[in-house]
Antibody
């Protein structure tokens, strides 16, 4: 069974840092691209970062570029999001998601499995 | 960045109704359009990928159509478990962007 379990969320002061983790199991983690998506309380979904299966290709959303860093440990089946210079507007539930591939094994950009999310609250 | 809009923003429907949700992109995304369902306190669930492909395990009452800038999600016979918020997402170019969502509730 595919499982993604996020951890590392919590309360942090503005300007502070936090590192989120996403533990993957039930599939060959090293073969899948991964995403981080967040959702502010009562708001919609916002894609924030992507990392290829090898870790060589990385993209970020405009709102987090220069402040957040995505990484992965394929040997340890884990995805990470290092968040620096946190702002009140970064308050959200953060989800990790596995890339969906189509029947020809092409990336679709979507997420077919998601974790349950971890809440990050940025407040003084 | 590609902007996504959805209409309506909310709708009320009854069990058994046919429901159609529209998503529009600010520029062509070809067929790189996904649909998700989200219930309160839960992670989103992928329903449709690449505009019209049904994700494994999703009931066949869900279907997607469209290409370019205009897309539609249709639920042919609404069931009690379908009351939720639905999001479209373009994956044609980064940053990947979601629509604002359409909330489907009980009439």
């Amino acid at each position: 069974e595919v499982q993604l379990v996020e951890s590392g969320g919590g309360l942090v002061q503005p300007g502070g840092s936090l590192r989120l983790s996403c533990a993957a199991s039930g599939f060959i983690f090293s073969s899948f691209d991964m995403h981080w998506i967040r959702q502010a309380p009562g708001k919609g979904l916002e894609w924030i970062s992507y990392i290829s299966s090898s870790g060589t290709t990385i993209y970020y959303g405009d709102s987090v570029k220069g402040r957040f860093t995505i990484s992965r440990d394929n040997a340890g089946n884990a995805l990470y999001l290092q968040m620096n210079s946190l702002r009140a507007e970064d308050t959200a539930v953060y989800f990790c998601a596995r890339e969906k591939y189509d029947s020809n094994d092409y990336s679709t950009g979507g997420g077919d499995y998601w974790g349950q999310g971890t809440l990050v609250t940025v407040s003084s | 960045d590609i902007q996504m809009t959805q209409s309506p923003s909310s709708l009320s429907a009854s069990v058994g109704d046919r429901v159609t949700i529209t998503c529009r992109a600010s520029q062509s995304v070809t067929h790189y359009l996904n649909w998700y369902q989200q219930k309160p306190g839960k992670a989103p669930r992928l329903l449709i990928y690449t505009a019209s492909s049904l994700q494994s395990g999703v009931p066949s009452r869900f279907s997607g159509s469209g290409s370019g800038t205009d897309f539609t999600l249709t639920i042919t016979s609404l069931q009690p478990e379908d009351f939720a918020t639905y999001y479209c997402q373009q994956t044609y170019s980064t940053p990947l962007t979601f629509g604002p969502g359409t909330k489907v509730d009980i009439k």
